[in-house]
């Protein structure tokens, strides 16, 4: 670990063989602490949040994930898709209460057109015109170009001039291809998520970056996942944070899979901060990890607690027992319990506050 550790601080960039040593090392007090040393490094002492507000728009989805307890078929009980003027309502009061970011994700909804997806950009850019709409993984993008027969490019043209600003990092899952036909076989590969970021990223567009983990995929999967997003953060520049998901396996197809251990998530955050050398951020997804540990994830290379949320969906439809949404105040509070000084930004990065 020594020789992984010199090799840190000397700038010397880790390779897949580096990155699986990382993962078979049981000191997780020292992968801590090289973790620790490259977050300083990048962020110093800061640890970001943001006031924002999730919006799942639609659970209604023809993928049907194996890994998704949130997705189901239009004729079950369950079954919704909101009206934009829901949508709208929603992001007037998230205004009211200081948000600056709206994150819509949902569902591939067979019956809905991509002129739905354009009219809600439109009318929340003309009833919130402040706030930054992070919205579409990068599977609902190809299926916006689908169903409306236009190319990638196109479909985010017409999304960003309907007043979409940025992508958000779901679906990327794992990108083995083995993986991806086992768990999610209707999905995007993981080589399109990767090329349809790539052209919202060349077109001026920033996104962030996940991987679920903890399912079927093993620990070199993930490392060469990391590789690749790595590789095309070299070649555009695009991405603002990635984010490690733990599987979450209650009320999916996959529910006899254990849930991931502490030791895993610490373990996991703390080699994506390492491997990821050209990514700003690292987020510590509460939502997910669980409140306690994604304060301790604050020790192990994040520099981001996420936000406030508020009415998070996909993750509860799987078991979540956190809350749905935390206050700025409650946020704070964490970040300096955790001895870090909390800063809040807004989409980018930019720093809107530091207390």
């Not at 979409?164 to 209707?186: H, M, N, T, W, Y």
């Not at 999916?252 to 990514?279: H, P, W, Y």
């Not at 607690?305 to 027992?321: F, P, R």
Request: proline share 4%; hydrophobic share 40%.
């Amino acid at each position: 670990m020594n020789k992984l550790f010199d090799k840190i601080k000397n700038n010397v960039r880790l390779s897949l063989e580096d990155g699986m040593k990382l993962y078979d090392s049981n000191d997780l007090a020292a992968l801590g602490q090289m973790a620790d040393y490259v977050r300083e490094k990048k962020n110093r002492n800061y640890t970001y949040f943001i006031v924002n507000r999730h919006v799942n728009y639609t659970n209604i989805c023809v993928n049907r994930c194996k890994f998704c307890a949130f997705s189901c078929d239009p004729d079950d009980k369950n079954a919704y898709l909101m009206p934009i003027k829901d949508i709208i309502v929603k992001a007037g009061l998230a205004k009211k209460e200081g948000a600056s970011e709206i994150h819509i994700v949902g569902g591939l909804h067979p019956d809905v057109p991509f002129d739905y997806y354009l009219e809600m950009m439109r009318e929340l850019k003309a009833t919130v015109p402040g706030m930054h709409i992070q919205a579409f993984t990068a599977v609902e993008i190809a299926h916006f170009a689908k169903i409306s027969g236009l190319s990638v490019e196109k479909t985010l043209a017409g999304l960003a001039k309907a007043g979409l600003d940025s992508l958000p990092g779901g679906g990327a899952e794992i990108f083995d291809a083995q993986v991806r036909q086992s768990i999610c076989e209707k999905k995007i590969s993981g080589d399109e998520w990767l090329r349809i970021h790539e052209t919202a990223h060349k077109m001026g567009m920033h996104s962030n970056a996940t991987m679920l983990y903890g399912h079927k995929e093993t620990p070199e999967q993930r490392v060469e996942h990391l590789l690749k997003l790595r590789a095309l953060q070299d070649e555009t520049n695009g991405f603002m944070a990635f984010i490690p998901l733990p599987f979450h396996p209650a009320n999916t197809q996959m529910s006899e899979t254990a849930r991931t251990t502490g030791m895993d998530d610490l373990k996991t955050m703390a080699v994506s901060r390492i491997m990821l050398d050209n990514f700003p951020h690292i987020k510590s997804f509460w939502i997910m990890l669980g409140i306690k540990l994604a304060q301790v994830a604050l020790h192990f290379g994040a520099d981001d607690l996420d936000g406030t949320v508020e009415e998070e969906k996909i993750t509860h439809s799987a078991g979540a027992t956190t809350p749905e949404s935390l206050t700025k105040d409650e946020i704070i509070a964490l970040i300096k319990s955790a001895y870090r000084t909390p800063v809040e930004r807004d989409t980018l990065y930019n720093k809107l506050k530091i207390y």
